[in-house]
């Protein structure tokens, strides 16, 4: 016996497993292995009103710097809009990754 696949939700970016005989479960994300970007439908605001489409990339839309100037409602939706049309289908491999600059996954929370 070991651990059993679960079927997992649409947008979902872990691979979720079972044990039989144990309550929960036990999930792995393999963003390197086995990108998900294609079915990714997570957005993050940072503490500073960063928009983050990629926890990989770089790329940042300033939420709060759009409401300071002033926005309406349907202007912001349209930066909203625009950085996820911007996202890209794929991040980069490690090699490049590795070398991009980019906020430590510690300072982006989750």
Do not use: W, Y
């Amino acid at each position: 016996e070991g651990l059993i696949r679960s079927e997992d939700p649409s947008g979902e970016v872990a691979k979720n497993f079972s044990l039989p005989g144990f309550r929960g479960s036990v999930s792995f994300i393999t963003s390197m292995t086995h990108a998900f970007c294609g079915d990714c439908n997570r957005l993050r605001v940072l503490a500073d009103g960063a928009l983050k489409v990629c926890l990989f990339g770089p790329n940042e839309v300033s939420l709060r710097d759009a409401m300071r100037a002033g926005v309406t409602n349907d202007e912001l939706a349209a930066v909203i809009s625009a950085a996820v049309d911007n996202k890209k289908a794929a991040h980069a491999g490690m090699e490049v990754l590795a070398m991009t600059q980019n906020r430590p996954m510690i300072t982006i929370g989750g």
